[in-house]
């Protein structure tokens, strides 16, 4: 009987602890996504970079594009250099559908909304869908795959709140 007892006093502790784990493995990778929107918005490159993996992918299935994170970095040299020198404005939210992790590897599905100003004062906001696959190393959260699916409407941006 004692027995019955002390399970049943253990059980809500052990259900909790698979969702503290949780809840701290989205604060961390809430940070490198908040470190991804900071260098969007500053032109930081060498911020950006240090969210991914030296090796990650960047994939865009709705241009049909993929390279490297550092190629595509490159590719957009000229945007980042006139965000950094003020020419521009550039900002990134994301909202998220689904994340799965453990305390060493990560997948996020979601949608981001990319916003610009040009220097000439035009205007492009994107919503995509993405997909990360993420992985810890040496305790610090690297992309290692930037999934571009598809582009997003307002509504299914609107409902992930």
């Known amino acids: 009987m004692i027995r019955r007892a002390s399970i049943r ?13 949780h809840a701290q493995v989205t604060t961390e990778l809430d940070s ?14 060498d911020l950006y970079l240090s969210t991914y993996h030296p090796d990650a992918i960047f994939v865009s299935a709705r241009r049909g594009i993929t390279r490297t994170v550092a190629e595509d970095v490159e590719a957009n040299r000229a945007a980042w250099d006139d965000t950094r020198e003020g020419r521009a ?9 689904e994340r ?39 305790g610090v959260w690297l992309q ?7 582009d997003a409407t307002e509504a299914e941006w609107e409902e992930v709140r």
């Open 9 to 21: 006093l253990l059980l809500p502790l052990l259900t909790l602890a698979p969702l503290q784990a």
């Open 32 to 45: 490198l996504w908040a470190d991804v929107a900071q260098s969007v918005a500053t032109g930081d490159t």
């Open 89 to 97: 404005r550039r900002s990134v939210e994301f909202r998220f559908t």
């Open 100 to 138: 799965l992790n453990s305390q060493t590897s990560a997948h996020e599905v979601g949608i981001f909304r990319y916003a610009s100003t040009e220097a000439d004062g035009s205007t492009r906001v994107a919503l995509i869908h993405f997909e990360a696959a993420l992985v810890k190393k040496d």
């Open 144 to 150: 290692l795959l930037e999934l571009q699916t598809s």
